[in-house]
Every structure is written in structure tokens, then in C-alpha cells.
Antibody
Framework: QMQLVESGGGVVQPGKSLRLSCVAS????????IHWVRQTPDKGLEWVAV????????FYADSAKGRFTISRDNSKNTLYLQMNSLRLEDTAVYYC???????????????WGRGTLVTVSS | DIQMTQSPPTLSGSVGDRVTITCRAS??????LAWYQQKPGNAPKFLIY???SLATGAPSRFTGSGSGTEFTLTISSLQPDDIATYYC?????????FGQGTKLEIK
């Protein structure tokens, strides 16, 4: 059974850092690009970042550039999102989501995790 | 940024009804559109890509159509399991944006 499982969410103060993880199982993790997508009741779904299957290419939404870093460890089937300088507006459920392409990126999502909640609050 | 507007925000139907959700893009996106289904408390589930291609495992009662700026998702015979919020997403141009969702309810 193909699966993505996020962890690492929690309550953090503005300006602090948090690292999210996403562990993949049931498919060959190193064959796929993986995204982070977040969701809030107000703004809905928002794409955050993507990393290519081999980790060589990363792309970010403007809201994440300079503050968030996406990375992966294919030996551990794990994706990460390092979030620094967190803001109130980063409060959201963060999902990891698989891109269906292999060596390219199609920019849509064919498998999602269940999400991890990040709350930025003083 | 490309704005994706879904209508209606809420839709109510009876079991067996044919229901249609509309998604409009603020500029042409070709056929680069996906649809997702999200049940309360769950992650979104992939339904349709390239506007009309059914995802593997998605029920055949779901049909996507459209191109350019106007798209539809149709459920041919509404089932209780279809109660969810549906989202469209354009993947033509960065940033890759979603509609605000259409909540589907059973009468």
C-alpha cells in the first residue's frame, strides 16, 4: 500500500524554526518528485515547495522562498521541510504529496499524506 | 497569479443525481487541470488530471471536461461516498493554484 506519513508539526512561536518529515512506503521513493502543500481554512490549499526525484532541483512558492528549505534522503525514504523565521500566517496543515512524473515534474499530486498541523502562535 | 474560481461553493444532491461542479481560470491554462476530492479530516485524493483523464482507481462515475478557462467535474450518479469537498488545481503556470473548493452534500 502506497503511503506518505508526515510528522513534526506542533506549536511554535513566531520567528522560531520547525522541521517537518514525510516518510514514504509502498513505492520507490527515489523515483518521484515530492511536494509540500499546505491548507488553511482561510486561504485553502497552497503549494509550498517541490524537490526532484534525485534532490538536485528545488522550487518554492514566493511565501516560502528564503525561509523554507525542502530536502530528501532517498536512503531513508524521507522528505523534509525546514521552516525558519515562522510567521503567524504559516499556520496550516502541511501535506507531503507525490508528483506522478519520474525524472521531470508535472506539478500535480497523485498521492497525499494525511498532514501535520503547524501552529505559529505567541 | 492565475485565479481559480469554483462554483457553486456548496452543492446539494440526492443519491442517483447527476451533479456538476464548475472551475474557471482567470486566464487560459490549456488542459492543465487536476481535480481532487477531500473528505472531512482526510487528505485530498487525486481524481482527474489533464482536465479529463481519470486517475487510476477513481470511480468511472467521475468525468472531467473543458479546456482553456472553463472546466467541469461531473458525477453521473451521486453516491453517499461522494460527500466531500472538491478542488480544482491548475498546473499550467507557476504558482500552481487551487480553487477554493465546492462542498457536496446529500439532500
Amino acid at each position: 500500500q502506497m503511503q506518505l506519513v508526515e510528522s513534526g508539526g506542533g506549536v511554535v512561536q513566531p520567528g522560531k524554526s520547525l522541521r517537518l518529515s514525510c516518510v514514504a512506503s509502498g513505492f520507490t521513493f527515489s523515483d518521484y518528485g515530492i511536494h509540500w502543500v499546505r491548507q488553511t481554512p482561510d486561504k485553502g490549499l497552497e503549494w509550498v515547495a517541490v524537490i526532484s526525484y534525485d534532490g538536485r532541483n528545488e522550487f518554492y512558492a514566493d511565501s516560502a522562498k528564503g525561509r523554507f528549505t525542502i530536502s530528501r534522503d532517498n536512503s531513508k525514504n524521507t522528505l523534509y521541510l525546514q521552516m525558519n523565521s515562522l510567521r503567524l500566517e504559516d499556520t496550516a496543515v502541511y501535506y507531503c504529496a507525490r508528483d506522478p512524473a519520474g525524472t521531470t515534474i508535472y506539478w500535480y499530486f497523485d498521492l497525499w499524506g494525511r498532514g501535520t498541523l503547524v501552529t505559529v502562535s505567541s | 497569479d492565475i485565479q481559480m474560481t469554483q462554483s457553486p461553493p456548496t452543492l446539494s444532491g440526492s443519491v442517483g443525481d447527476r451533479v456538476t461542479i464548475t472551475c474557471r481560470a482567470s486566464q487560459s491554462i490549456g488542459s492543465w487541470l487536476a481535480w481532487y476530492q477531500q473528505k472531512p479530516g482526510n487528505a485530498p485524493k487525486f481524481l482527474i488530471y489533464k482536465a479529463s483523464s481519470l486517475a487510476t482507481g477513481a470511480p468511472s462515475r467521475f468525468t472531467g471536461s473543458g479546456s482553456g478557462t472553463e472546466f467541469t467535474l461531473t458525477i453521473s450518479s451521486l453516491q453517499p461516498d461522494d460527500i466531500a469537498t472538491y478542488y480544482c488545481q491548475q498546473y499550467d503556470k507557476y504558482p500552481y493554484t487551487f480553487g477554493q473548493g465546492t462542498k457536496l452534500e446529500i439532500k
